[in-house]
């Protein structure tokens, strides 16, 4: 039997949600993630997966290796009108995102999505940056909450899974045909094609 399907890539990923969990909050008695506030232009890096200090305790929100973040993030109390930049945590450079928008004294939450590198010192980190339009000096605190991450590890065990089980029904992907791997003992003229997608 010939089966020609497309696997997952390797920067692909899956989302998991979790309950939501508060990994930094920069006002003055709660001092959770990183000290505050938050001054225009200085970017701070803060780590997310891994056991992390949280509102209610030291614990792992994110597992080591996601490829990504989804975060709900707050201004609070910013001096002056500014944004907020959310990169992965090996970014490099002045940010020129904004992530979220505010006015003076503005609290604006907003939904950030963000990748997260997997290896080298900034891995499980995030950059985050407050930005008064340029002006040096201003502040603003900072709230983070982690409502889900990303992660591919499920979909590589799904790939390793299906290349198993395939490989002990004498079924053949789409690459491995043209390898040359069909069974030369096989008389089988007649073909299925299942999910025929190219990438």
Do not use: C, H, W
Request: proline fraction near 6%; hydrophobic fraction near 40%.
């Amino acid at each position: 039997m010939f089966v020609a399907q497309a696997a997952p890539g390797t920067a692909e990923s899956t989302i998991v949600s979790v309950t939501p969990e508060r990994i930094l909050d920069t006002r003055n008695g709660n001092d959770i993630g990183l000290p505050g506030p938050f001054t225009s232009a200085a970017a701070q890096k803060l780590q997310v997966t891994g056991p992390i200090a949280t509102a209610t305790g030291n614990k792992t929100v994110v597992p080591a290796g996601a490829t990504g973040v989804l975060l709900n993030v707050t201004p609070v109390s910013p001096t002056t009108a500014g944004f907020i930049s959310i990169r992965p945590g090996d970014a490099a450079g002045a940010a020129t995102t904004s992530s979220l928008n505010f006015t003076a004294g503005g609290i604006s939450p907003n939904s950030v999505q963000v990748a997260m590198p997997t290896a080298g010192a900034n891995a499980g980190k995030i950059d985050i940056t407050f930005d008064a339009y340029g002006v040096a000096g201003p502040t603003t605190d900072v709230l983070i909450d982690v409502v889900g991450y990303t992660t591919n590890t499920g979909l590589q065990e799904l790939v390793a899974d299906v290349a198993a089980k395939a490989n002990a029904a004498d079924v053949y992907t789409k690459a491995q045909a043209g390898a040359g791997y069909f069974n030369q003992a096989s008389t089988t003229t007649n073909f299925s094609a299942v999910a025929n997608t190219d990438q």
